[in-house]
């Protein structure tokens, strides 16, 4: 089957599909791929566009990355795209497989690159769609920033306006935001000695780092695992001295539960950070925290656990801040 026809082929990748061909999807690869290669901006833009108008240009790897893994349509250039910057960085040698498709993000195990030190690695690319889904996100931007690409804030008032007015620009900034803000904390909580896995590199659309399992087996999530009694309540503990030096670190998960924690051979990791919320600037932080510190009560609760979350999120608060919940920091 020609390229030509799937491209008027359209099944389940339909969203996608009409996101790259739109004229807001041309842009955003292109502005991805400027951010990624500054020089290379006009040769890669209109490599970009070629592609899209021309079927055959599919099958030309634009850095001679060709990835192993092919996926389904599209997403062979999608996985070129987002992830050639970390080939040719010489961080990855191939992408082996899918993990798991969510709704904001795929997950690929990627073949690290010879001599790195880790055998395998994750690549979390933001997918397209996020663009359009992030409706409850204002509680969480709350006294927050949105955090630019280079790791820092972006308080101009014309930023501001542009994601609260939901424009082309806002929401591609707000993407950006999130993903800044998730390696930004992973990179803070490894360094901080925390549960989570190493970050190795980052871009305009994915986020790569250490890889949890084997490619054959990714570690599952604690929900999947059944744990037994005294292992959960080892784990438990664990949890809470997780807890302690994430707040140390003045981050809230924001979106933590048994999902978004891995599990493999006895040990965990804790994984998805796009949402967390720096206690001393968002004045939701507490209410976030005491939601996360109930979901993981309520998971372990089955192994055994018996602990009064809103009592939990208060001693743990105090400790970290020397401050009563609802109290605000700093002042
Ligand atoms: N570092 C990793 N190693 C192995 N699998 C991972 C890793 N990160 C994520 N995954 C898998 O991908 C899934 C989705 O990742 P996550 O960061 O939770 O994104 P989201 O839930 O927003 O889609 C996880 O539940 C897990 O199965
Ligand atoms: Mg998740």
């Known amino acids: 089957m020609s390229t030509a026809v799937e491209l008027n082929d359209s099944h389940e990748h339909d969203d996608e599909l009409n996101y790259i061909r739109s004229a807001r999807g041309r842009r955003a690869i292109g502005v991805a791929r400027e ?44 996985l070129r795209q987002s992830l050639g910057s970390f080939y040719d960085d010489s961080l ?29 690695l994750a690549a979390k690319i933001f997918r397209p769609r996020m663009f359009r889904n992030l409706k409850n ?39 950006q935001s999130w993903l800044s803000n998730e390696h930004g904390t992973l990179t803070r909580l490894h360094a901080a000695g925390a549960l989570t896995p190493k970050p190795w590199g980052v871009n305009g ?6 890889f949890l399992g084997e490619q054959a087996m990714p570690a599952p999530a604690l929900n999947h695992v059944d744990l037994d009694p005294a292992e959960g309540r080892r784990l438990f503990e ?32 804790i994984i ?17 925290f005491t939601r ?22 208060r001693a743990l608060w105090r400790e970290a801040y020397g401050a009563e919940a609802g109290e605000r920091l700093g002042e």
Not at 141 to 167: H, P, S, Y
Not at 205 to 210: A, F, G, K, S
Not at 257 to 269: H, K, M, V
């Open 92 to 120: 990855i040698s191939d992408v082996l497989s899918q993990v798991k498709g969510g709704k904001e993000a795929n997950v690929y195990c990627c073949l690290a690159y010879p001599g790195l030190g880790p055998r395998w």
């Open 205 to 210: 659309n994915t986020i790569l780092m250490d």
């Open 238 to 269: 664990q949890m809470v001295s997780q807890l302690r030096l994430m707040l140390k670190a003045d981050v809230v998960h924001g979106d933590l539960s048994a999902f978004n924690i891995l599990y493999w051979q006895g040990e965990i990791r």
């Open 272 to 288: 998805d950070f796009p949402q967390a919320v720096n206690p001393w600037r968002n004045p939701n932080a507490f209410r976030f």
């Open 35 to 78: 951010q990624e290669h500054k020089p290379r901006l006009t040769r890669v833009a209109d490599q970009a566009h070629s592609n899209f108008k021309a079927a055959e240009a599919f099958n030309i790897a634009p850095t001679g990355f060709n990835p192993t893994f092919k996926g389904k349509r599209f997403e062979e250039e999608w």
């Open 137 to 175: 996100d204002a509680a969480y931007r709350e006294g927050g920033e949105l955090i630019g690409r280079d790791g820092k804030a972006m308080r101009k008032k014309r930023e501001q306006t542009a994601v609260a007015q939901r424009t082309r620009i806002g929401l591609a900034m707000l993407h």
């Open 292 to 313: 996360d510190v109930t979901r993981v009560i309520d998971y372990f609760s089955g192994y055994g656990v018996n602990a009064n979350p809103e009592g939990l999120a």
